[in-house]
């Protein structure tokens, strides 16, 4: 059991089995096994647009079998692999929490969280957070098979969109504060960012 986060050795890979030993109350994420800080507890802006934004969420996914989850909430990626060993935590190195993530297979969810990638994710992304640490996240998603990747920036209030076609992702478009964003995993349903950035 590790209690603090500086009894961590940084230089070491580690597992999901690993992570649920740690009782420190810094929060982290595991990319491959390495351990990644994560920014301070989000700002007031930032909790504001994710409440926001689930608002927004909250009335299309009523009537949609697919449920919607914020952070903290572990979701854990496993690649393309089906074999029960992806379930084994000694065998799951990579531990996310995005900002909202939205899933549509049930059976991925369990009472630790999510096993295998969700649908949609979306990410607010504050002054605190590195250009790295959006990369990593994207390259993580991309090659897990999330299927619609949102970045939110709190600065210049701008939506980027990507969407996964043929294992890759596309950029689809930035959106302002003004514009309706439409969610490609569900034709017809569009996000009003007016809503979304209101103060």
């Not at 209690?3 to 597992?15: A, G, P």
């Not at 934004?53 to 952070?71: H, R, V």
């Not at 596309?170 to 964003?181: C, G, L």
Request: hydrophobic share 35%; charged share 25%; proline share 4%.
């Amino acid at each position: 059991m590790v209690t603090d986060f500086n009894q961590l050795d940084l230089t070491k890979q580690y597992t999901y089995a690993d992570y649920l030993t740690w009782t420190f109350d810094d929060r982290v994420e595991l990319f491959k096994g390495w351990v990644k800080k994560m920014s301070p507890a989000p700002n007031m802006s930032h909790q504001r647009i994710s409440w926001n934004l689930s608002g927004e969420l909250a009335y299309y996914l009523k009537a949609n079998s697919c449920a919607a989850f914020s952070a903290p909430f572990d979701v854990r990626l496993i690649g393309k692999s089906k074999s029960k060993k992806a379930k084994d935590n000694h065998a799951v190195y990579t531990v996310v929490q995005p900002d909202i993530c939205i899933i549509c297979d049930q059976s991925k969810l369990d009472e630790r969280g999510c096993i295998g990638a969700p649908d949609w994710i979306i990410e607010i992304v504050s002054p605190g957070n590195t250009k790295k640490e959006i990369d990593d996240k994207y390259f993580l998603y991309e090659e897990n098979g999330v299927r619609e990747y949102w970045i939110i920036q709190l600065t210049d209030e701008t939506l980027t969109v990507f969407d996964l076609k043929n294992a890759k992702y596309q950029f689809r478009k930035i959106y302002n504060n003004v514009d309706k964003a439409p969610v490609g995993i569900f034709p017809g349903f569009e996000v009003d960012l007016v809503e979304v950035f209101s103060k």
